[in-house]
């Protein structure tokens, strides 16, 4: 069974870019997290999704961060303009209806220069 | 927001050695995760509590949910090489308060000398 798929695995990207992360769920799960690791703040919670809305985006750190989900199967995480504090790995995990185990993707390494 | 105390921040044993792990919180949870984390890779998930008390084991892993509903253990028999990793703890809130949001503790790293 496909794990929960993230793109692109890596990216490098100069400040004021737009970048954009895309995240794939497990086929079935019905909510979608995403989290953002760095060596000083750990694991965060930027955002969940249930049934493709959002619920609880208290941890978008400002209004440069935006994510949405348009379909069951498929969301973004947008940083618009980045900037070299949003140098970070950035995890996407899903959840099935019936369980409140989070599974995660292998992440997307940004580096904004 | 929540914080769980995660420790020891780092552990290094030798090959066989048993290890312990914890992490507490001012809060009472309702669900407890163990995480592992390998290099360049994501936290893949090892153990799930879901009832004060509860003891669950997956292979060589043991994880408790402890009585209070404040803390959980991790302990790992006979460590191997391969054990080697970042291990998170990540508590939930009851639904009342946070339906799906975990609190994730800053991890134990564990080292294995061969």
């Known amino acids: 069974d496909a794990g929960v798929i993230q793109s692109p695995r890596h990216e490098v990207t100069e400040m004021g870019q737009e970048v954009t992360l895309r995240c794939k769920p497990i086929s079935g799960h019905n909510s979608l997290f995403w989290y953002r690791q760095t060596m000083m703040r750990g694991l965060e919670l930027l955002i969940y999704?249930?049934?493709?809305?959002?619920?609880?985006d208290s941890g978008m750190p400002e209004d440069r961060f935006s994510a949405k989900m348009p379909n069951a199967s498929f969301s973004t995480l947008k940083i618009q303009p980045s900037e070299p504090r949003d140098s970070a790995v950035y995890f996407c995990?899903?959840?099935?209806?019936?369980?409140?185990?989070?599974?995660f993707g292998p992440g997307t390494r940004l580096t904004v220069t | 927001g929540q914080q769980l105390n995660q420790s020891p921040q780092s552990m290094f044993i030798q090959e066989g050695e048993d290890v312990s792990m914890n992490c507490t919180s001012s809060s009472i949870f309702n669900t407890w995760l163990w995480y592992k984390q390998d290099p360049g890779e994501g936290p893949v998930l090892l153990i799930a509590?879901?009832?004060?008390?509860e003891l669950t084991s997956n292979g060589r892993l043991t994880a408790q949910f402890g009585i209070t509903r404040k803390d959980s253990f991790l302990n790992i028999s006979a460590s191997i090489p391969s054990d080697v990793g970042i291990y998170f703890c990540a508590g939930q809130l009851p639904p009342v308060q946070n339906f799906n949001k975990f609190y994730f503790g800053s991890g134990t790293k564990l080292n294995v000398k061969p």
């Open positions: 995990a899903s959840k099935g209806r019936t369980t409140y185990e989070q599974y």
């Open positions: 999704f249930n049934n493709n809305v959002p619920i609880d």
């Open positions: 509590l879901y009832k004060a008390g």
